[in-house]
């Protein structure tokens, strides 16, 4: 796919951390939410990959909206919009919630955060959950507030993220556990930090309100963290796939449901609580699944894929890989594919043609570290 200049727009909004990232050595920018989400920093892909997984980097994931739900039926709204029982939730944590239609279809999977009982925070990945929510609220009639609330999230990911973070805001930070939030001030404003973040390799997510603190904060985090080689970056590729965290609108989207993408343990059907696409679930799982999502491994030292690439064995198309990157670990084309039943067995051979050639890939399960 050749590189084409994106035009800015008011539509296509900028966040509060463009003006400095751009001096920073950024590359390329995606769209992410109506919104400019960095994809790329000076270094190849592989010297990013390693300082990720060696150092600290400082991520603009502004783009990372939020979806605000407050008033005396919130938790009653945010439990109809997902799978996964929430009715034991509590305070000050967060909870991976698959959003579906009432065809069980794959809507978003949001961080969600719940800040008390009557106020939540969906942190949304790539597609207009807000308008979603609005549309059961009013169908409900629901007495609710649904808004976008001016938060721009930053991240501090990777080994040396914990180190950095405690000299910013003291040891307090480092007790947060995996998926905990609280709130920490810097330099009189207060921001929420959550124990979470895109990557497998550990951090934070700051939740910026107070755009102002919040500019000093990523101006300090660089100068502070310069004894940790502290870098930007951004969401990685390679360390993903890897990883398998999977990108909404690449790997699934609205034709997938959550038993297709391995999202078992966050599909409650034997809960006493009702979310739209229960009954379809249930079906879905009574009749078994017809698709599966798969690790694929191909013997390829370079990828480019853009979309998705159907998947054969001999002349049958039996799925389609919707990404793949080329892993320095595992030292190959490492993919993430849709494959159909039956054929969703680790160790199936199959077959991918690329530019006019045909290669040969292995299924494999997921994820691949």
């Known amino acids: 796919m050749k590189n084409i200049q994106i035009a800015k727009a008011k539509r296509l909004r900028s966040t509060p951390y463009t003006s400095r990232i751009e001096k920073q050595g950024l590359k390329s920018y995606t769209i992410y939410n109506h919104m400019l989400l960095p994809a790329g920093f000076e270094g190849t892909l592989e010297e990013t990959y390693y300082h990720l997984k060696e150092h600290v980097q400082v991520w603009d994931v502004a783009a990372e909206r939020q979806v605000e739900i407050s008033g005396e039926d919130a938790a009653e709204l945010v439990q109809l919009m997902t799978c996964r029982d929430l009715s034991k939730s509590k305070d000050g944590r967060c909870y991976y919630c698959p959003i579906i239609d009432d065809n069980a279809g794959l809507i ?22 807000i308008l979603f929510a609005k549309g059961l609220a009013i169908g409900k009639k629901y007495n609710v507030n649904i808004i976008e609330p001016n938060v721009d999230i930053m991240a501090v990911q990777g080994p040396k ?23 920490f001030e810097f330099r009189g404003g207060k921001h929420l930090i959550a124990r979470s973040g895109w990557s497998k390799q550990g951090g934070y997510e700051i939740y910026v309100e107070n755009t102002k603190s919040g500019l000093e904060l990523y101006d300090y985090l660089f100068e502070i963290g310069k004894e ?5 970056g951004c969401p990685h590729l390679i360390e993903r796939i890897e990883s398998a965290l999977f990108s909404y609108g690449n790997d699934f989207d609205l034709n997938d449901n959550p038993l297709e993408c391995g999202f078992d343990k966050y599909v ?3 809960s ?15 009749n078994g699944i017809s698709k599966k999502l798969m690790g694929v491994k191909i013997d390829l030292d370079t990828i480019n894929l853009s979309q998705a690439v159907d998947v054969f064995i ?7 890989l919707r990404s793949a990157v080329y892993s320095p670990t595992f030292k190959q084309v490492i993919a993430i594919g849709m494959i159909d039943k039956p054929y969703f067995q680790e160790g199936t051979k199959i077959n991918i043609v690329i530019d006019k050639v045909t290669h040969t890939g292995t299924l494999c399960n997921i994820p691949f570290v």
């Open 108 to 129: 978003n999977d949001p961080i969600v955060l719940r800040i008390n009982k009557n106020k939540w925070w969906l942190s949304i990945a790539d597609s207009d959950v």
């Open 161 to 183: 993220s914990f180190a950095l973070m405690e000299k910013v805001f003291g040891k307090t930070i480092t007790d947060l556990k995996f998926f905990g939030f609280d709130y």
């Open 228 to 232: 940790f080689n502290v870098k930007p």
């Open 268 to 270: 409650n059907l034997d």
């Open 272 to 286: 006493d609580i009702e979310f739209l696409g229960k009954q379809k679930l249930i079906e879905i799982k009574k």
């Open 314 to 320: 001999d002349s049958k198309r039996i799925g389609e």
